[in-house]
């Protein structure tokens, strides 16, 4: 029982990171139908820029890790405004279809490259601001930054979700997810709408770098990973849900661990990758998704 | 300019080109990775090259031509291996090539070298296999030779240091999914045969993992007392934090690069006290030792080398070839591995002074008594008591 629960335990923390950052490719599908392929280098950039601050890399430490994580917000929405000036609007500009899709992951390249010339291509330690000792919760070891994460990543994802609901430039938000063409007949400008979302879903992936930055190793490479299991959170989350990213992550998440305990630690990808394919096959929106009906 | 001074200046070209075509430098080429997860084996290795080079070219390089090496950052990766392999020899033509921290490169590269009859001196691989690649009888001779302890004798030493000294009978194996991570943990498991006993679990772990909790849960689950580990510097310091956060302390036991400087530092406190066989520690104990020690540290303006094992072997690749390239009188291939076959002086390395340390089947120049096992202790490794 107690095995249980610690994979268990483990399984959570790890879910909701890839449940921060499916989350991030959710708020830009909402708004303007295209993904940021480039999630997992927003992290990456995150991780390493509050490593910078809070490390003795370059000079350090300049700031408490606590202060440090407004600034790497502040960071990941510039890089996210970047990534949808650069790389989105052109495309949407154009109504192309696809074009999106290549220049965000051209982008992710070239972040990864930058990153590599100014932080190496090592793996760094990443100071972690609380006890690493693990507490008991019924026989199971917990570590107190893996419920940080947790509860970090629930807090932004609730903070999120609010602004869009009760405030009047969520509504806008919500509008343009709903109908693009409509809410900019309203007067809403839904050009900057987008670039908002962007900026919203860099600055969550950036936050969700620093989070689990303590748990983890920080370097350049590690992005690619994280941003792949999270965009199959998302598809099978679904790509319109927040429920669906928390669940979709804990599912993946857990399933990993019970895999590589129960079956073997070789094969501990692959129950949730098989399920990602069973999602596409019997309900291709996702657990939580609206099925859209696009009309030719 | 005149016409005249046009052909005395074309004359003068064409002499001085001459005369630098006659003691033209010799070109060794240098292959290890530089950059990733593996880059203290390569950058310490080419580090330790350097230096044996320098020293050389000082007092008039070898049969009176300069030493010139050709580096080449393979990244750990295989076929970036290969390419590297090609180049040197087709482009770059080196007369040898030293290198290879990774066992899989090692093994997917050396056919290249093998085919064109061009020394390699393995320096820092350690796979078992890699030295018998090409030994059978398709192959009447072997180009492959090595100056790093191999995992036979690591894994026999992993063994006897967990199950003979410290007297543990339940012993748990993790083990990375690369070549060399498999190649070691056959190894182990042979070893630990031999003693009588059978691991109470055996796991393997992806490069780049972060979450090692159900691997560690099922050694801890198997009753383990000890875990020997057959990977690198990163994810073993995962392997070491994982333990903290299970609050669940064994020691580790592994092959050599605990030593790296990656496990050292991204484990920090949880690294300490981990065990490892060593060719080498930095620990100036012998006058050749001090030197090396000291130019490197001057070198490179560090105080702990990155990974010492690998700038020692790399440092005695050098001599050992150069002695060769000398006693042969020629860089040809074939001539030079024939020397390296029966080198007649002992040559003084940094890690022992090597008398005939090679011969036409025997390709391992570190023997089981020039190993000790090395101990992490406040961020440095030093000899285990």
């Known amino acids: ?296 | 300019m005149t016409y005249k001074t046009n052909v005395f200046v074309a004359a003068a070209l064409l002499t001085w080109s001459l005369a630098g075509n006659a003691a033209e430098p010799i070109k060794i080429g240098v292959t290890g990775p530089f950059t990733g997860g593996s880059a203290p084996m390569g950058v310490s290795m080419r580090d330790g090259v350097k230096l044996a080079v320098a020293d050389i070219n000082a007092k008039g390089g070898v049969l009176g031509r300069q030493l010139q090496l050709v580096e080449r950052d393979d990244e750990a990766k295989n076929e970036r291996g290969v390419q590297v392999a090609q180049e040197l020899i087709n482009k770059e033509k080196v007369v040898a090539t030293v290198g290879f921290a990774n066992t899989g490169v090692a093994l997917a590269s050396q056919r290249f070298y093998q085919e064109a009859k061009i020394p390699v001196m393995n320096n820092v691989a350690t796979g078992s296999i890699i030295t018998k690649q090409f030994v059978g009888p398709e192959n009447k001779d072997n180009y492959i030779f090595r100056t790093s302890a191999n995992d036979t004798i690591q894994s026999k030493m992993i063994v006897d240091e967990a199950v003979g000294r410290q007297k543990f009978t339940k012993v748990a194996i993790l083990a990375d999914s690369t070549n060399y991570g498999q190649l070691g943990r056959e190894d182990l498991e042979k070893a630990l045969a031999e003693k009588g006993i059978k691991p109470v679990s055996v796991e393997k772990y992806n490069l780049k993992d972060v979450d090692m909790t159900a691997q560690l849960l099922k050694s801890k689950q198997g009753g383990a007392q000890v875990i020997l580990t057959y990977g690198i510097g990163p994810e073993l310091a995962q392997i070491a934090n994982g333990m903290e956060k299970l609050n669940w302390k064994v020691p580790i036991i592994g092959s050599w690069p605990l030593s790296m400087g990656n496990f050292i530092d991204n484990a920090g406190k949880n690294g300490d006290g981990a065990r490892m066989p060593q060719t080498f520690i930095q620990d100036g104990n012998t006058p050749k030792r001090k030197t090396f020690i000291a130019a490197y540290q001057k070198a490179y303006k560090t105080d702990r080398m990155p990974s010492a094992v690998s700038a020692a072997q790399g440092y005695d690749s050098i001599t050992l070839l150069v002695a060769a390239i000398k006693q042969a009188g020629t860089t040809d291939g074939p001539k030079v591995r024939e020397a390296l076959e029966n080198l007649k002086e002992p040559m003084e390395g940094v890690i022992t002074t090597y008398k005939q340390p090679y011969t036409h089947d025997d390709h391992e120049a570190i023997k089981p008594n020039m190993v000790m096992i090395g101990e992490v202790k406040n961020g440095r490794v030093v000899l285990a008591k």
Request: charged fraction near 10%.
């Open chain 1, 1 to 296: 029982m107690e095995i249980l629960l610690q994979l268990v335990f483990s399984g959570i923390a790890l879910g909701m990171i890839y449940a921060v950052i499916a989350f991030g490719y959710q708020l830009t599908f909402a708004t303007s139908g295209t993904l940021n392929f480039g999630q997992g280098e927003a992290l990456m950039l995150g991780a390493l820029v509050g490593l910078s601050l809070v490390g003795n890399i370059h000079g350090g430490p300049y700031l408490n890790y606590w202060l440090m994580i407004p600034v790497v917000i502040a960071f990941g929405a510039l890089q996210g405004v970047v990534v949808e000036w650069i790389g989105v609007r052109p495309a949407i500009k154009i109504k192309s279809e696809f074009g999106w899709i290549m220049s965000t992951i051209a982008l992710a390249i070239i972040f990864k490259n930058v990153a590599e010339n100014i932080w190496g291509k090592d793996d760094l330690t990443f100071p972690t601001p609380l006890t690493a000792t693990p507490f008991q919760v019924f026989g199971a070891n917990v570590q107190p930054m893996q419920v940080v994460v947790v509860l970090g990543a629930l807090a932004m994802m609730f903070a999120v979700e609010m602004f869009n609901r009760k405030s009047i430039y969520g509504k806008a938000v919500v509008a343009t997810a709903n109908d693009r063409d409509a809410a900019g007949l309203m007067g809403i400008n839904t050009s900057m709408v987008i670039t908002f979302s962007y900026a919203l879903s860099s600055a969550t992936a950036a936050f969700a770098g620093v989070l689990i930055a303590p748990l983890t190793l920080t370097g350049a490479t590690m992005g690619t990973a994280l941003g792949l299991k999270a965009f199959a959170v998302a598809i099978i989350g679904g790509l319109t849900s927040g429920m669906g990213a928390i669940v979709g992550g804990l599912i993946l998440g857990i399933a990993e661990t019970l895999t590589g305990f129960y079956i073997s630690t070789g094969y501990k990808e692959v129950p949730g990758l098989v399920l990602l394919l069973l999602v596409l096959a019997i309900k291709p929106a996702g657990l939580f998704g609206k099925t859209a009906i696009k009309k030719v």
